[in-house]
Structures are given as C-alpha cells and as structure tokens.
C-alpha cells in the first residue's frame, strides 16, 4: 500500500483555507493509503508560542481532524513530538540541505521579514518537514499551493540522499486540489488566508460560530462593481468568495455564477455564509463531542505508537546507509 503523509502546525485556529487546501484530502485519501495525519508542534516552535495555548491547539487540531472525518482506525493521528524519529531525521537531513536553498523559501522571507531576531529553527524547517515525509517513505503529501516550494525541496533531498547512498527514498508526490489550494484573506486577497494572521476578520475559523462566519463575510472585502462574476486579476475579493462558494456547495463556478447573475453582492454574501455554516455545523457538532469524551489522548497514544514502529525500522536503515555504527 502506497503511503500518505501531511501535517499542520497547531499554531492557531484551524480556518476554511487550512479545510480547502488540505485536510478535507485527508479523508478521502485514507481509504487507498497508508495514512499519518500529524500535528506538527515541532514546527510551531519555530515561532514563539505560549505553552497553554500550544497544547490547547494541539488538541484542538487533532480532534479536528477527526471531526471532518479521519478514521483513527484506518490512519494514523498523532503528535510529531510523540515520534524523536522526526527530530533525529530532521538532523540528519539538515546536513543535506544547502543554506542557498533554505534562503530561497519563500515562507522563510516572509516569516522572517522585518522581524528583529529570527531563530535558526524557522530557517530550517524545511528540512524537518522534509524528515517527515521521507521518514516513512511516502508517496503522496496532500498539502495547499504554499507549500510546494517545500515539498520541491523535499524531493529535491531524497533525490540527493539516493544518489549519495544508493536508492533508498521514493521520490514524493504533492496532492493539491485544482480550487482551494489557495483560499484567499478576506480583508486582502493579495494574501493567503492563514491562521496565524492577526487581523481576525481575515479569515473563518473551522470553529466559528454560525453568527460570526454571518458577520466576517458580510464585512468581506469586494470591490465597487456589482457582478457576482469569476476574474481572479479583475476582481480578486469576489474571486475568492466565488472559489469557498464553490468549494463548499459543491456547485463548479460558472454554476455560481449563473445563480447570481444580475444580482448584487448581498444577497450571494448572505447565502454563501448559509452554504459555510451548513457544512461546518456538523463538524463542530463533532468536534465538541469529541473534546468532551476526552478520546483524542487514547487516539494520539495509539497513532503514535503504530507510526514508531514504522519510524524507528526506517531510520535504523537510513542511519546505516549513510554509514553509523548500529547500536549493540
Ligand atoms: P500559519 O499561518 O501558522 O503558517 P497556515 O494557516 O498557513 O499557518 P499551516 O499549518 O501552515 O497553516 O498549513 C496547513 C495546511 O493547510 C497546509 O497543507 C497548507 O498548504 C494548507 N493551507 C494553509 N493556508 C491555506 C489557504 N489559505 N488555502 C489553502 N490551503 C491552505
Ligand atoms: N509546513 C507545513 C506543515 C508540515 C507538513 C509536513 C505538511 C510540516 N510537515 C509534512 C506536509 C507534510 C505547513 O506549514 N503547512
């Protein structure tokens, strides 16, 4: 069975990009795959973050997962943190990786830029994501369009480790969806919408009451023409409100379009909010059972302990290709 991995960082409220572009895949891809679905709290770290609410929203994280419907059964959940194989593999793979190549990451430019002091960890985080999915040999890496840059580099690193060693990793492959990969600010479509942004009207929250999504789309950045119409370069805010339409109704755009020809932008603002809040009703549902049973702990107990098996047989053959002494 091939494998399939991806992560996301419990650094913030998950929100409608983060469920677009990569963890609404996730379901899907686990009945074909070999899944693990992590919370990637090494990768937080790598801006500040305070301890209470780390582990907060590395729970909240994991249990969203299983709320949109990833089986514990069938893929593993866990807590990169809950597998040192990530971290020893991330060394391992940070010796591989140039300084050239980690000054071209586009995130690391802009996390960094005009901040003060940056920590070493930002700039090489590509290589830990790199540890990630080439610590179990996966295929498959369902993530949106910002991190393909990467995703490239880690292609780019096994393609180096086999050429050095012999080969040994299989060289993976993205899985990005052809609308949602990039689901845009609501307050600046120049920019993606992301967790971690601190203006709070810029994006919708997986776990936003029905009352807010209502009022953040309404107050929704468009421009001053009238036509509910797709143009990404002429009309970028009503673009993007089109694309989370679509995405969420399941209707193509020029579906959406149709139904609101002719029509101004109040009325497909307050129905779009309606066709948002009615598939994230029922995972929020879910999502506050599941935090109230409590289960997430057993879950994330059990997913990490099936991924280290998987872990520690693959490194134990990495560290020997490239020439460590086994342990006794
Ligand atoms: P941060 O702002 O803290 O960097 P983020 O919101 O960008 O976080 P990540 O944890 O970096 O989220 O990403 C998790 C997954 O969600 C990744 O696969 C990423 O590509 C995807 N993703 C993030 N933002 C968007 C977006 N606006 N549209 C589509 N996919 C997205
Ligand atoms: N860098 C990713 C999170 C991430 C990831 C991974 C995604 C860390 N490790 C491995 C896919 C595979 C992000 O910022 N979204």
């Not at 693990?36 to 790598?46: E, G, P, Q, S």
């Not at 369009?145 to 995703?151: F, G, P, T, V, Y």
């Not at 689901?183 to 994006?203: F, H, Q, T, V």
Request: glycine content about 8%.
């Amino acid at each position: 069975m091939k494998t399939v991995f991806s992560g996301v960082q419990p650094s913030g409220n998950l929100t409608i990009g983060n469920y677009l572009g990569a963890i609404r895949n996730f379901v899907e891809l686990q009945h074909d795959y070999a899944c693990n679905f992590v919370v990637v709290d090494l990768h937080a770290i790598t801006v500040p973050q305070d301890p209470a609410a780390l582990r907060e929203q590395s729970e909240s994280v994991a249990s969203l997962y299983v709320a949109v419907g990833v089986d514990p059964q069938k893929a593993n959940i866990y807590m990169q943190s809950h597998v040192p194989q990530h971290a020893e593999l991330g060394w391992l793979l940070t010796t591989l990786t140039s300084m050239g190549e980690l000054e071209r990451m586009t995130q690391f430019k802009d996390k960094s830029s005009g901040k003060e002091s940056v920590g070493a960890g930002l700039f090489v985080y590509p290589s830990l994501m790199a540890a990630d999915i080439l610590l179990f040999n996966t295929d498959l890496v369902p993530v949106g369009e910002d991190q393909k840059q990467h995703l490239e580099l880690a292609r780019d690193i096994a393609g180096r480790f086999n050429h050095r060693y012999g080969e040994f990793f299989h060289i993976p492959e993205g899985y990005t969806p052809k609308v949602g990969a990039r689901i845009m600010s609501l307050d600046d479509a120049s920019k993606k919408m992301s967790k971690s942004n601190p203006n709070e009207g810029s994006r919708i929250n997986m776990l936003d009451a029905p009352d807010v999504i209502r009022k953040k789309i309404s107050r929704a950045t468009t421009d001053s023409g009238k036509e509910v119409r797709y143009d990404p370069a002429a009309k970028p805010e009503v673009s993007n409100l089109i694309s989370i339409y679509s995405e969420f109704s399941g209707l193509s755009i020029a579906e959406v379009e149709q139904r609101y020809e002719g029509q101004m932008y109040g009325p497909f603002k307050k129905e779009l909010a309606e066709v948002v809040v009615s598939v994230l009703e029922p995972i929020q549902q879910r999502y506050h059972e599941i935090r109230k049973s409590g289960e997430i702990h057993e879950i994330l107990r059990q997913g990490a302990d099936r991924a280290r098996e998987t872990a520690e047989r693959n490194l134990k053959l990495i560290y020997e290709r490239m020439g460590f002494i086994p342990k006794a």
